[in-house]
């Protein structure tokens, strides 16, 4: 079976859903009912796909129905809207309807399919002869037991009830959204983009949404607030956060917002619990460093206008407190360079090349 989960590149391959928890998706141009075959007889029946499928388990050998010869009580569920975005930590889960996709439900719920989240998570998954699937992570990180159309489950030793019954959708194993977080990971759900963010680990992820700027780490997913006037850009293929750095602790995000074409800077922002402060734009190609109330960046890399090309060897330094930035002509280049501090004096190091690291005086 083909999955294609890929990091996220482009702002419309990072949009997505989830359902009920207070406005869970809604859509529905007309229910499409999916079915699963007969497990009580003999009879070759036909799928919403067209497929041919039968009692003897005469279906792809990934499936659940094969795995488990029909012995499964196979649940149905009727899909309203197949048009939702999946992203499973930082990639995008590009599949089919068949493969296994998510959807939202005739009851406004949105289903994710177990199947393809474990596989991005690099976890197994066995279906065991007793009906129950089995799932695994690397050294016991994740153990989960749980089966098609029943409640009960047992989660990290932990034992739990779904919702929301495990369900089979063209013999791919679906459970609920909200549902999904029982059992590892956190769920975030952006209705406007039709967007379902799945996410488990321990270092935090940042992720442009629709609209919205998120913070995703081991206590959960969180919207950051953006400064009044800023609003992420949209309407691009690229990914509106284009700058992205920690230093000594503290993270720095550079964002496109609306209004902004590729050859402007980008405003550039400090992580202050839930809020993003704004400190100065920089170019988005650029590597930067900020020591206090000082910013470091250069033209970076980027493409530059004829009326405005790209200096290879000049320094910009931005002044928080005041606003003022100026310039600096350097004896080599800086604009592949990244920045660092020791003992006081800012240590340029090209990454491009042999990664040579100089120091940088500047003139008064």
């Known amino acids: 079976m083909l999955r294609k989960c890929i990091a996220t590149?482009?702002?419309?391959?990072?949009?997505?859903?989830?359902?009920?928890?207070?406005?869970?998706?809604?859509d529905s141009p007309g229910p499409?009912?999916?079915?699963?075959?007969?497990?009580?007889?003999?009879?070759?029946?036909?799928?919403?796909?067209?497929?041919l499928v039968d009692a003897q388990g005469n279906t792809h050998p990934d499936t659940v129905g094969a795995?488990?010869?029909?012995?499964?009580?196979?649940?149905?569920d009727q899909v309203a809207s197949w048009d939702l975005t999946l992203l499973v930590n930082s990639q995008v889960c590009r599949t089919t309807a068949a493969e296994g996709a998510p959807y939202i439900n005739n009851q406004d719920r949105t289903m994710i399919p177990l199947r393809v989240v474990n596989d991005a998570f690099g976890y197994q998954t066995d279906w065991q002869p007793d009906g129950t699937i089995h799932i695994t992570g690397a050294e016991g990180t994740v153990d989960v037991t749980l089966t098609v159309g029943q409640a009960a489950y047992t989660a990290n030793g932990q034992a739990g009830r779904f919702a929301t019954l495990p369900t089979l959708t063209?013999?791919?194993?679906?459970?609920?959204?909200?549902?999904?977080?029982?059992?590892?990971?956190?769920?975030?759900?952006?209705?406007?983009?039709?967007?379902?963010?799945?996410?488990?680990?321990?270092?935090?992820?940042?992720?442009?949404?629709g609209t919205k700027v998120l913070r995703a780490n081991d206590a959960g997913i969180q919207e950051l607030t953006l400064p009044a006037g800023y609003t992420p850009l949209t309407q691009t293929a690229t990914n509106p956060l284009v700058l992205k750095e920690t230093i000594q602790g503290v993270t720095y995000l550079g964002l496109m917002t609306q209004g902004q074409d590729f050859s402007q800077k980008?405003?550039?922002?400090?992580?202050?619990?839930?809020?993003?402060?704004y400190l100065t734009d920089v170019f988005g190609s650029s590597?930067?460093?900020?020591?206090?109330?000082?910013?470091?960046?250069?033209?970076?890399?980027g493409a530059a206008s004829w009326t405005n090309p790209i200096?290879?060897?000049?320094?910009?330094?931005?002044?928080?407190?005041?606003?003022?930035?100026?310039?600096?002509?350097?004896?080599?280049?800086?604009?592949?360079?990244?920045?660092?501090?020791?003992?006081?004096?800012?240590?340029?190091?090209?990454?491009q090349g042999r990664g040579t690291a100089r120091e940088i005086e500047l003139k008064a």
């Open 67 to 76: 795995k488990l010869g029909w012995l499964l009580p196979a649940g149905s």
């Open 311 to 351: 200096q290879p060897n000049r320094l910009y330094i931005a002044d928080t407190a005041s606003g003022q930035v100026t310039s600096h002509d350097l004896a080599f280049p800086v604009n592949t360079s990244s920045f660092s501090m020791k003992d006081g004096k800012l240590i340029a190091t090209d990454q």
């Open 266 to 277: 980008v405003p550039l922002f400090q992580v202050k619990d839930q809020a993003l402060i």
């Open 32 to 51: 499409t009912t999916i079915v699963n075959p007969s497990t009580t007889d003999n009879t070759v029946t036909k799928d919403a796909f067209g497929d």
């Open 287 to 301: 590597h930067f460093y900020v020591d206090g109330s000082k910013v470091y960046y250069t033209d970076g890399t």
């Open 9 to 26: 590149v482009t702002l419309a391959l990072a949009l997505f859903a989830l359902a009920p928890v207070a406005g869970w998706a809604t």
């Open 170 to 209: 063209n013999n791919r194993t679906y459970l609920p959204a909200r549902d999904f977080a029982q059992l590892y990971g956190h769920i975030y759900w952006d209705a406007p983009s039709r967007t379902v963010w799945v996410y488990q680990g321990k270092d935090p992820l940042y992720q442009v949404i």
